[in-house]
T-cell receptor, first 111, second 114 residues
Framework: GENVEQHPSTLSVQEGDSAVIKCTYS??????FPWYKQELGKGPQLIIDIRSNVGEKKDQRIAVTLNKTAKHFSLHITETQPEDSAVYFC??????????WGAGTKLIIKP | GAGVSQTPSNKVTEKGKYVELRCDPI?????LYWYRQSLGQGPEFLIY????????DSGLPNDRFFAVRPEGSVSTLKIQRTERGDSAVYLC????????????FGEGSWLTVV
């Protein structure tokens, strides 16, 4: 079955710098890749997603890139701010209802 | 409401008691999901509804767990004879239906079994 690996488990960056979180997936048939942000005590919030027919998608300071050949996708956050501190999860889907989740990355923004 | 609504937000119950957790999905969303999340881990799939029927309940850990969605909107997750190991956040999510749709989560119901 599908497996998603996420790295790093913890990432600490200086405020204003960029942060990159990487995920790899095992099933080449996966075609939908969402990223969720989860703040303490809250549910996961979708921040950006990408489908397999697109190589890159950007929304203000957040971007996601997808390399289908290498089977990996990455989240890029530029000009990080304190409110970006949270746990970020990547996921992959075969286009059905099932999401296969990464283990999460705790992002710490240092002032 | 605009988002997925879950009640209660927090529930403390004694071991052995029965618990019901309610989810009100985004209006018009035919697909509804229940996940469970323990501290420091990602969401764990429990059950998926398409309309009124449970299309996949393979994630339910045992027969103490049951979920219903009688009218294709609100869903209730029911846990019988609760155990301390059931303590977790129970997340509900919904999507417009079909395949490849974005899934939106509620804030979760924090269950503590003492």
């Amino acid at each position: 079955g599908e497996n998603v690996e996420q790295h790093p488990s913890t990432l600490s960056v200086q405020e204003g710098d960029s942060a990159v979180i990487k995920c790899t997936y095992s099933d080449s048939a996966s075609n939908y890749f969402p990223w969720y942000k989860q703040e303490l005590g809250k549910g996961p919030q979708l921040i950006i997603d990408i489908r397999s027919n697109v190589g890159e998608k950007k929304d203000q300071r957040i971007a996601v890139t997808l390399n289908k050949t290498a089977k990996h996708f990455s989240l890029h956050i530029t000009e990080t701010q304190p409110e970006d501190s949270a746990v970020y999860f990547c996921a992959a889907s075969l286009g059905n209802y099932q999401l296969i989740w990464g283990a999460g990355t705790k992002l710490i923004i240092k002032p | 409401g605009a988002g997925v609504s879950q009640t209660p937000s927090n529930k403390v119950t004694e071991k052995g008691k029965y618990v019901e957790l309610r989810c009100d999905p985004i209006s018009g969303h035919t697909a509804l999901y229940w996940y469970r999340q323990s501290l420091g881990q990602g969401p764990e799939f429990l059950i998926y509804f398409q309309g009124t029927g449970a299309a996949d309940d393979s994630g339910l850990p045992n027969d103490r767990f049951f979920a219903v969605r009688p009218e294709g909107s609100v869903s209730t997750l029911k846990i019988q004879r609760t155990e301390r190991g059931d303590s977790a956040v129970y997340l509900c999510a919904s999507s417009p239906g079909g395949t490849g749709n974005t899934i939106y989560f509620g804030e979760g119901s924090w269950l503590t079994v003492v």
